[in-house]
């Protein structure tokens, strides 16, 4: 067991994040780290440093441990600039993904029975006519086209829509202030700016949604009675970046995969394998410990931040064989894309039956689809919260 203070050289600052042009994901880098003893640490733009866990069983137990906060408010909570990474509560009121129980659960309490595997069955056939109309769109506007633009991101943007009750004719609003607010090279100042946009408009939502409620999500939360106006547009914000975002990224590049692989179109296992071999949620679950802690026989002082690698643990050889091979037989089904523990995905199952809907009907209506650029020049978002492709050039 060593502190903080007595690391020794195999614990020495490595940079982070990891992410460069060009270079593989996961990060190599991560493979290394996993065989070395105890953890590696970095520091933040902030200063904070910030530990980083790459072992499958050591990213669960950073994930559950009860002395780990997922608060921003903490003292050391890791953070890439002022306004990046989870907002704290004084910035979004509402943001819950930010929070530790029991402030965490008055949300998922009202929350889970709408995205419950029962409810999101029910929505199914509505989803698969949302993405029946972006096929026919992409279809109208020919080929060759961005697979990105004209259907990966549409998809979950208008299914969250719905959900919230708010506007479809919307959706160009909400995607061009999300962008800024998940590319790592915004400003603070454009990060403010575009979540002030977002609240005032998810804020006229509620004053809307109170006099005339409906069946949506924001409805739901209002007649809760469990938050207040403001919580309530923290809350759908938070669930119309996640609802959007982290789909449209895994729609995308589970597409790629797909069209270099069509042996796989149609398999069972396909959705659940993507999810773990593109884990596009890597640098979202940052933690900072609020009393020591020992992880992996390192002791994690109060106060330093934790950044548990999801991805890193998806691939983690101890948990999955042959981590790097793409196997949507394999039987190992644990992968962590979606967390773990309390603050485990709500939209779990919704992902799932997005991306699901989106290749049955993507590939079925357009059979002589293709890649029209080699996989090896596509772009990824480099500087991207999420793992995903800028562009996905196709033609048919």
Known sequence: MVSGAEAPDAAKRVDFPLRRTGGTFPPQEYEEFREREGLVWSTMPTGDRVWLVTRYEDVRAVLTHPKISSDPRHEGFPAPGRTGGPPAQTQVPGWFAALDPPEHDRYRKVLIPEFSFRRIKELRPRIQEIVEGCVERLLAKGSPADLVTDFA????????????GVPPVDRGFFESRIRVLVTLTSTDEERDEATKQLLRYLGRMHTIKRRRPGDDLISVLIRSEALTPMETAGAALLLLIAGQETTANNIALGAVTLLSNPQWIGDDGVVEELLRFYSVADLVPLRVAVADVEIAGQVI??????????????????????????????????????????????????VRAEMELAYQTLFQRIPTLELARPVEELVFKEAGVLHGLDTLPVRW
């Open 301 to 350: 002082k109060a106060g330093e931040g934790i950044a548990p690698l999801v991805a890193a643990a998806n691939f983690d050889g101890s948990a999955f064989s042959c981590p790097h091979q793409f196997d949507p037989g394999r039987s190992e089904q644990h992968h962590i894309a979606f967390g773990f523990g309390r603050h485990l995905c709500l939209g779990a199952h919704l």
């Open 153 to 164: 991101v549409p998809v979950p943007s208008l299914v969250i829509c719905e959900l919230l």
